[in-house]
């Protein structure tokens, strides 16, 4: 990408650029037949201290010279109805599931985290960030626990940190999808974890499987919530 000076940058000083110059003395050249004796100037380089800048004095610029923005890792903290219906459907899923959730500070800047029968999600984090955030700790709690109902583990590929990632983050970038709330950080996630096509293949099963046991589940808390709901203008007992 190309890159623009940031003109607030104080400028890195010391390094040594190459000119070119004319001595001050004439020479003189012995005489012979052909050339007369006569004074000439020798060109020669020389070195004088110059202004430079360091990458680190420079930010990104597009073809266009525009800075772009920085990409999100994680979704927008605006509040959203429709996630926060889903969220109360997936505490109660979660609950059934013997798993506590709980809404603790974050303490290294974390959105969120699994620890066993236990999903936080920072007290900070709110709308569909929220949502999203939960189902990828639950999909933590489903795959990467041993006593998850979709338990994946044994091989060093399976249990590393960046696999159990992709794992989670698809599953919630599927579920957040399904429902149609807006899913646009998870590349951006994924590639800090080094994933790639071929990764999501490769773990594509297991993903769509937890996905939809987590939509399955959701959707029938739903329907049990809105039967037990009266009816618009019903009569009261």
């Given at each position: 990408?190309?890159?623009?000076?940031?003109?607030?940058?104080?400028?890195?000083?010391?390094?040594?650029?190459?000119?070119?110059?004319?001595?001050?003395?004439?020479?003189?050249?012995?005489?012979?037949?052909?050339?007369?004796?006569?004074?000439?100037?020798?060109?020669?380089?020389?070195?004088?201290?110059?202004?430079?800048?360091?990458?680190?004095?420079?930010?990104?610029?597009?073809?266009?010279?525009?800075?772009?923005?920085?990409?999100?890792?994680?979704?927008?903290?605006?509040?959203?109805?429709?996630?926060?219906?889903?969220?109360?459907?997936?505490?109660?899923?979660?609950?059934?599931?013997?798993?506590?959730?709980?809404?603790?500070?974050?303490?290294?800047?974390?959105?969120?985290?699994?620890?066993?029968?236990?999903?936080?999600?920072?007290?900070?984090?709110?709308?569909?960030?929220?949502?999203?955030?939960?189902?990828h700790e639950i999909a933590h709690e489903l795959m990467h626990r041993e006593?998850?109902?979709?338990?994946?583990?044994?091989?060093?590929?399976?249990?590393?940190?960046?696999?159990?990632?992709?794992?989670?983050?698809?599953?919630?970038?599927?579920?957040?999808?399904?429902?149609?709330?807006?899913?646009?950080?998870?590349?951006?996630?994924?590639?800090?974890?080094?994933?790639?096509?071929?990764?999501?293949?490769?773990?594509?099963?297991?993903?769509?499987?937890?996905?939809?046991?987590?939509?399955?589940?959701?959707?029938?808390?739903?329907?049990?919530?809105?039967?037990?709901?009266?009816?618009?203008?019903?009569?009261?007992?």
């Amino acid at each position: 990408p190309l890159k623009k000076k940031i003109e607030d940058k104080p400028a890195a000083t010391g390094a040594w650029s190459a000119t070119k110059g004319d001595s001050e003395e004439p020479v003189t050249t012995e005489p012979t037949d052909a050339t007369p004796g006569e004074p000439t100037k020798r060109t020669f380089l020389r070195f004088m201290a110059v202004t430079v800048f360091d990458i680190k004095d420079t930010e990104p610029m597009n073809e266009k010279g525009e800075i772009p923005e920085t990409p999100k890792w994680h979704a927008d903290n605006e509040p959203n109805e429709l996630a926060s219906k889903l969220l109360k459907y997936g505490k109660e899923l979660a609950d059934s599931m013997g798993i506590k959730v709980t809404s603790d500070a974050s303490s290294r800047g974390e959105q969120g985290y699994s620890a066993g029968d236990h999903i936080n999600i920072s007290s900070n984090v709110t709308g569909i960030n929220e949502f999203g955030t939960f189902i990828h700790e639950i999909a933590h709690e489903l795959m990467h626990r041993e006593n998850g109902m979709f338990y994946v583990g044994g091989d060093r590929d399976t249990n590393s940190k960046e696999t159990k990632e992709l794992q989670a983050e698809s599953v919630s970038f599927v579920v957040v999808s399904h429902y149609g709330l807006p899913a646009k950080h998870q590349p951006t996630y994924l590639a800090l974890w080094r994933a790639n096509k071929d990764a999501v293949n490769k773990n594509l099963s297991v993903i769509q499987k937890v996905a939809k046991f987590i939509i399955t589940e959701i959707d029938k808390i739903q329907a049990e919530d809105k039967s037990e709901q009266p009816a618009p203008n019903s009569p009261q007992v």
